[in-house]
C-alpha cells in the first residue's frame, strides 16, 4: 500500500462512533463517513441487528444525540432543511420508529445535547438561557440576546471554556418529557408531510438519498404544538456533568461541579425524585481531594456505581476506585477492593457488574458479585488481542465495540458466561493493515518491567524508527486511533514504536505511581529503554529515529528534545505543554496547577530550550482549550531564539510550526488531518532520510 493510499483508506473510511440498545434486543450503531464533497464528515444511525447493517437515518446534517426506546423507536436531534432550502438554525427531536417513517416531536433553540428514554418517559439534557424557568422563557430571552447582537459571556466561576468550545450564555439544563403525550393525530399529521428517515446501506459510498425535506406547515410549528412539553427539573448550583436516570424514571442522579475553598472543581451528587417534584437531596458531598462520578444505578434502583478519583496533587497519585453507593443510606463502599484495574461497569443484574479495563497494552473485560473480592477476567487480557468500550447489557450478553491497534472499531457481542466474542453487522470500514504488529520489552532504571507495541513495514530492513508517546498522561497503547495511526508510516516505511512507559494505564496503580510526580522521570527513562530495546533489533536502524507525541506525548517530544542532544534525529510536537507554569493557569483543566506546583521547577520542558538542537516540527490549534496556543507560541519564540539552533545568518530555521486556526486539541477535519499527517511525513523524511520533501500544496 503506498503512502497516499494509506492516508486515503484511513481518512475516508467509515467510523463506527458508538451503539445503542434495548431491552428487547435492538442494536443501533452510530457511525460517520465523508460527505458526498468529501470534505466533512457526516454521522447517522444503522440497524445492525442482522446479516448486513441497515442505514435508518439519511439528509446531508448529523444525527446528534441519539436514544432507543424500549419498543424500538429511536430519538434523535438533528438539523432538517426546508423547502426554502435552508437548514434549521438548531437541531430538532425526531422519533423514528422501528416501521415507519420519522417525525418532529420538538424543536429547542441550542439543540439537544443528551437524551435518555425510559419506559414513556423522556429525559433530555439542552442549554437553556440562565434567566428561563421554561421553554417560552428560554425562547423569548434568547431571541433577546439574538436581535441584540450579543456575544458577551458574564462569568462567575471555573471554567469559562472546555476543550475546544466556551460555556455559556446558557447553561446545561434537564428536562422530562411524557411520551404518552404525543396524539395519534400529531403522528398521523407528521407522517404525511416528512420524508421517510429510512434508506438501505451501500457499501459502496458514503453518498445519503435524497435529503429530508420538511413541509412549510411543519417548519412554522413550535414546541408546544408539535407534541412534546418538558417540564425542566430543579437542579442544585453548579455546573451539571453527568447524570442517569433508573430503569423505571423515578429518579435520576446527577454530578455537578462547583467550586469550594481548595478546590475549583469540586464534584457532588445528587438525587432528583422525577414525580414529587421535591428538592434535590444531597447524597455525596463536595471534597477539596477527590471526587465521585456516576456509573450506573442498579436495575432495581436501590444502589448505583460511582468511580471515586484520589485527585493528583503534590503529594498523592491519581487513584480511581470502583465505589457502592447505597441511595438510601448514603453509605459508601468499595467494590472489588483486591483489583488493582481501572473499571468502566455497568450491571448485569442486581448483583452482577461487568467492566472493561486497560490491561497490558490491551483491554479486557472482567465480571463478579458487587460483593466479590475481585472479579474474574472474562475475555481479553494478556496474549489476546482486543481493547473493548462501551459496555451495554443484553440478557446474557453484552455488546461492546471492540478495536485493536491494527484492527478498527468493530461492533460485537460477548457471552456472559462462556465469554466467547461474536461480531455484529459492521457499517465502520475494514482497513487493511500494512506490515506486522510485534512486541518490545524492556526494564526500567528501577527495575520495572515495561513494553511497548512495534509497527513494521512489509520487507526486510532496517527500517528508521519513529516513537509515538502516548498522551493523558493516564492511557495506553493498546486500541485504534485515526489520530495518531501507525498505518501511514509503515506504509511509508517507517517502523513505529508504542511505548506503555510509566503512568500508562493497565498495569497497575504502582505503574501510575512510578512516574505521577515526575513527569519527566520515570516515563522518559522507560521510553528511552523501550527505544534501545527496539533499535539492537537487526531490522531496525539505529541510526535513523525521531520522537513524536500530542498533548501529553507532546511535553514528552519537548522533555526529550531537551534532554537527548542529536539522538534523535528530529522532534514532532503536537498541542504540547512547554510551560507548565503558565499551562497550569490557562488550561481549563483545574487541577493542573496545583498538582504541577512542586514539579514544574524541576520538570517543565521550557527550562531546556536552550539545550535543544534537533528539528522540532510544532503543531497546534488555536481552540484547543486544554493546552492553550499560548503553550505552541511560547515553544515557537524559544525555539527561534534561545535553542542551540536558532535562525541562521539569513534569517531561517530548521523548525517548522503548523497552525490550525479552526482546530482544537485535536485535528477533526478531513483536510486538515489529511495535511497533518502529510506534513509530519514530510518532516520526517526530510530529516530522518534526507529527502528533500515537499510541504503539501494546500497550504499555500
Not at 448529523?62 to 437541531?91: L, N, Q, W
Not at 451539571?240 to 472543581?265: H, T, Y
Not at 534561545?642 to 486556526?661: I, M, N, W
Amino acid at each position: 500500500m503506498t503512502i497516499n493510499d494509506a492516508v486515503t483508506a484511513l481518512l475516508d473510511a467509515r467510523r463506527l462512533q458508538g451503539l445503542l440498545t434495548n431491552r428487547n434486543g435492538r442494536v443501533i450503531a452510530q457511525y460517520s463517513f465523508l460527505n458526498a464533497e468529501g470534505s466533512t464528515y457526516l454521522s447517522h444511525l444503522a440497524d445492525i441487528g442482522g446479516a448486513s447493517p441497515r442505514r435508518i437515518t439519511r439528509g446531508d446534517q448529523s444525527i446528534g444525540a441519539a436514544a432507543i426506546g424500549e419498543t424500538g423507536t429511536i430519538y434523535f436531534a438533528a438539523k432538517r432543511t426546508g423547502e426554502d432550502g435552508k437548514d434549521a438554525a438548531s437541531p430538532s427531536l425526531w422519533a423514528l420508529p422501528e416501521t415507519g417513517e420519522s417525525r418532529k416531536l420538538a424543536d429547542h433553540d441550542g439543540g439537544f445535547t443528551r437524551i435518555d428514554v425510559k419506559g414513556q418517559s423522556m429525559l433530555v439534557q439542552f442549554p437553556v438561557h440562565t434567566w428561563a424557568a421554561n421553554e417560552d422563557e428560554h425562547r423569548e430571552f434568547s431571541q433577546e440576546r439574538s436581535d441584540s447582537k450579543v456575544s458577551g459571556i458574564l462569568h462567575s466561576g471555573f471554567p469559562i471554556r472546555r476543550w475546544d468550545h466556551d460555556l455559556g450564555p446558557r447553561r446545561e439544563r434537564l428536562a422530562i418529557a411524557d411520551l404518552n403525550t404525543v396524539t395519534d393525530e400529531f403522528d398521523e399529521d407528521l407522517a404525511a408531510n416528512v420524508t421517510a428517515d429510512t434508506a438501505s446501506f451501500d457499501t459502496t459510498t458514503s453518498d445519503a438519498t435524497t435529503p429530508d425535506t420538511i413541509s412549510s406547515s411543519e417548519a412554522s410549528r413550535t414546541a408546544a404544538s408539535t407534541g412534546l412539553t418538558f417540564r425542566y427539573l430543579e437542579l442544585p448550583p453548579g455546573r451539571l456533568v453527568d447524570w442517569a436516570v433508573d430503569e423505571e424514571a423515578q429518579f435520576v442522579l446527577i454530578q455537578v461541579e462547583k467550586p469550594i475553598p481548595g478546590q475549583l472543581e469540586a464534584s457532588e451528587i445528587w438525587q432528583i425524585d422525577l414525580h414529587k417534584h421535591g428538592a434535590p437531596r444531597l447524597l455525596v458531598e463536595a471534597a477539596a481531594d477527590h471526587a465521585y462520578s456516576i456509573d450506573a444505578i442498579s436495575p432495581d434502583g436501590t444502589r448505583a456505581l460511582l468511580t471515586r478519583e484520589q485527585f493528583w496533587t503534590s503529594t498523592t497519585n491519581l487513584r480511581a476506585t470502583l465505589t457502592l453507593l447505597n441511595l438510601d443510606t448514603g453509605s459508601l463502599k468499595t467494590v472489588w477492593p483486591e483489583a488493582d484495574h481501572w473499571f468502566d461497569p455497568v450491571w448485569a443484574d442486581d448483583s452482577t457488574i461487568v467492566a472493561t479495563a486497560d490491561d497490558h497494552g490491551r483491554g479486557s473485560v472482567f465480571i463478579g458479585d458487587v460483593n466479590d473480592e475481585q472479579p474474574r477476567r472474562l475475555v481479553g487480557g494478556p496474549g489476546q488481542k482486543y481493547a473493548f468500550a462501551g459496555l451495554q447489557v443484553q440478557g446474557l450478553t453484552v455488546v461492546a465495540i471492540a478495536s485493536a491497534i491494527d484492527v478498527a472499531p468493530l461492533p460485537i457481542t460477548i457471552d456472559l458466561v462462556s465469554g466467547q466474542i461474536s461480531e455484529l453487522a459492521n457499517p465502520g470500514s475494514v482497513i487493511d493493515a500494512s506490515g506486522t504488529l510485534t512486541e518490545v520489552a524492556a526494564v526500567g532504571d528501577d527495575g520495572t518491567e515495561v513494553r511497548a507495541w512495534l509497527a513494521l513495514p512489509d520487507g526486510e530492513g532496517p527500517f528508521p524508527l519513529v516513537v509515538f508517546a502516548h498522551g493523558g498522561p493516564w492511557g495506553s497503547w493498546n486500541s485504534w486511533t485515526y489520530r495518531w495511526n501507525p498505518g501511514p508510516f509503515t506504509a511509508a516505511g517507517y517502523a513505529v514504536l508504542l511505548p506503555d512507559p510509566a503512568i500508562s494505564t493497565g498495569y497497575g496503580q504502582s505503574m501510575i505511581d512510578r512516574g505521577q510526580q515526575e513527569l519527566g522521570g520515570a516515563p522518559f527513562t522507560d521510553i528511552l529503554a523501550l527505544t534501545d530495546a527496539a533499535i539492537e533489533r537487526p531490522d531496525i536502524d539505529a541510526e535513523r529515529t525521531a520522537l513524536a507525541g500530542g498533548s501529553y506525548g507532546g511535553y514528552m517530544a519537548n522533555w526529550v528534545a531537551g534532554h537527548t542532544g542529536d539522538r534523535f534525529t528530529c522532534i514532532i510536537t503536537h498541542a504540547s505543554l512547554w510551560n507548565t507554569t503558565s499551562m497550569g493557569r490557562t488550561t481549563d483543566n483545574a487541577s493542573w496547577d496545583v498538582a504541577m506546583r512542586k514539579q514544574s521547577g524541576t520538570y517543565s520542558p521550557h527550562l531546556f530550550a536552550d539545550r535543544i538542537e534537533v528539528p522540532m516540527l510544532v503543531i497546534h490549534g488555536d481552540k484547543d482549550y486544554r493546552v492553550p496556543i499560548g503553550q505552541g507560541q511560547e515553544l515557537w519564540y524559544d525555539l527561534l531564539t534561545v535553542s542551540k539552533t536558532p535562525l541562521d545568518a539569513e534569517g531561517l530555521t530548521q523548525h517548522r510550526f503548523l497552525y490550525f486556526p479552526d482546530e482544537g486539541h485535536w485535528v477533526a477535519g478531513r483536510g486538515n488531518a489529511e495535511v497533518w499527517y502529510r506534513t509530519v511525513l514530510a518532516f520526517l523524511d526530510r530529516h530522518v532520510l534526507d529527502i528533500d520533501a515537499q510541504r503539501a500544496r494546500t497550504l499555500g
